[in-house]
């Protein structure tokens, strides 16, 4: 009888395989658009995306340890903590943290006429703690800590993303010009669908902590997020701007 946690990895793994050259896809029309305009805030959308894409793939490669049983003595060594880091999502929360770093930095640039000085120290000092926390504030097969990793990433979602969405839904109102709003809304679309990623992580992580085998629809919700926002940025903003 096959294990139900070697089970549910192997769907995860396979799922996680198809979002993974899905967004592969999607990051290739992207940098090939950059190179047509070599508009720098397509490079940044680029950069952000490339970032999410790396948290998937850490993501589906932990799948794959489980999956092929590969497995490390927990003795405290580099190689024990690298692997733990990845087997329990830290390394993609870490990827996924400096993506929404870059996120303040292009709604700066897209929406304000400079940086608030509070805001931004505010912004820099919580993503530091985010990163501190996912990369250290760590112990092999506690899950109420991962639960909080979860949650404090999100926080930082919310932090820069809830701003991002407001800013988007209001310029998508005050222009007329059909590419301005397409790419304002796409914009709003990808704000939206990035800040639901660790709502529903956190949500799957919850329901581990209560007795759930994992892998519930959060899951799949949770990448599914991310694919909904890349791809929204993409067909808005990206490809109309570089076809102008």
């Excluded at 995860?12 to 979002?19: K, N, P, S, T």
């Excluded at 050259?21 to 940044?44: D, E």
């Excluded at 790396?54 to 794959?64: D, E, G, N, P, T």
């Amino acid at each position: 009888m096959v294990d139900l946690n070697i089970l549910l990895n192997f769907i995860g793994m396979i799922f996680e395989l198809f979002i993974i050259i899905f967004a592969a896809v999607l990051l290739g029309l992207i940098l090939k658009k950059y190179f047509i305009k070599r508009h720098k805030l397509t490079r940044l959308l680029f950069i952000i995306f490339t970032c999410y894409f790396l948290a998937i793939l850490f993501s589906w490669l932990s799948k794959v340890f489980v999956v092929g049983r590969i497995d490390v003595v927990q003795n405290g060594s580099i190689v024990a903590y690298l692997y733990n880091i990845v087997v329990d999502f830290r390394l993609s929360e870490l990827f996924v943290t400096i993506a929404i770093f870059l996120s303040y930095i292009l709604k700066v640039n897209v929406f304000e006429k400079g940086y608030n000085t509070i805001q931004k120290y505010v912004i820099i000092l919580y993503g530091i703690f985010t990163g501190i926390y996912v990369l250290f504030i760590y112990q092999y097969g506690n899950t109420l800590l991962d639960i909080f990793a979860f949650l404090i990433v999100f926080i930082y979602m919310v932090m820069v993303y809830a701003p991002f969405l407001r800013r988007s839904i209001e310029s998508y109102r005050g222009v007329e010009e059909k590419t301005y709003k397409q790419a304002f809304l796409s914009l709003a679309i990808m704000s939206f669908s990035f800040m639901l990623i660790f709502l529903n992580f956190a949500i799957d992580r919850v329901l581990i902590f209560l007795g759930s085998p994992g892998f519930t629809v959060f899951y799949f919700l949770a990448w599914i997020s991310a694919i909904v926002g890349i791809f929204g940025a993409y067909m808005g903003y990206v490809r109309p701007r570089s076809s102008d």
